[in-house]
């Protein structure tokens, strides 16, 4: 409970308080490409229920949404403005609406779309999922530039099934295993700063 009400505090704070440049962020978008404000995808949340996340569309709209669910490096579908969103992180901002809904936490592992989440182990999926998705972990700040690193491979399917996916499960459960307030602030601060840095 405790939990819940720090999320909804700092996110409808956060939404007050982004109000203004959230709402350039969306007419940028509208400017920039045709297609809605919002990228709405299917991801696997608490005890394993799916919802829809929140995202600012960073690519061109696809109304089947049949590409690929891995973005490897310079996608072509990456927009002008999406390409700023990405590398700046602040098409994830939008999320703020999930932690106000309760869907997402601001701290948590971050949800998986259900095609990942059905590899992962028995014990771990149990584990990872007993706690709210968050906007960002241990997992999200190593692997914020995940893009990059995909787009060496060979085979950026397979490395993110065989190498990064067990990765951020393992640091995922680590999370679940030390979550707390004291932990979510040092995450929030690492993730504040890990942007600022780049």
Same mark, same amino acid.
């Given at each position: 409970m405790a939990k819940r009400l720090f999320d909804l505090l700092l996110s409808s704070l956060g939404l007050a308080v982004l109000a203004l440049p959230l709402a350039l962020v969306a007419l940028a978008i509208r400017l920039d490409s045709p297609g809605p404000v919002f990228y709405r995808q299917v991801r696997v949340g608490l005890r394993g229920r799916e919802f829809r996340i929140h995202k600012f569309r960073t690519m061109a709209h696809?109304?089947?949404?049949?590409?690929?669910?891995?973005?490897?490096? %310079?996608? *072509? #579908?990456?927009?002008?403005?999406?390409?700023?969103l990405r590398r700046t992180k602040l098409d994830e901002l939008a999320q703020l609406f999930d932690v106000f809904e309760g869907t997402m936490s601001l701290v948590g592992p971050r949800p998986e779309v259900p095609r990942y989440v059905a590899l992962y182990p028995a014990a771990l999926r149990e584990k990872v999922l007993s706690v709210r998705p968050g906007i960002t972990d241990f997992a999200s700040i190593e692997y914020r530039d995940e893009s990059t690193l995909l787009a060496r491979s060979a085979d950026p399917e397979r490395t993110y099934r065989?190498?990064?996916?067990?990765?951020?499960?393992? %640091?995922? *459960? #680590?999370?679940?295993?030390?979550?707390?307030?004291?932990?979510d602030l040092v995450l929030i601060g690492r993730t504040v700063w890990a942007i600022i840095a780049r």
């Open positions: 696809d109304p089947g949404d049949r590409g690929p669910q891995l973005t490897v490096g %310079l996608d *072509a #579908r990456i927009t002008r403005v999406g390409a700023f065989e190498v990064i996916l067990p990765t951020k499960l393992a %640091l995922q *459960a #680590r999370y679940v295993d030390r979550s707390g307030l004291g932990t």
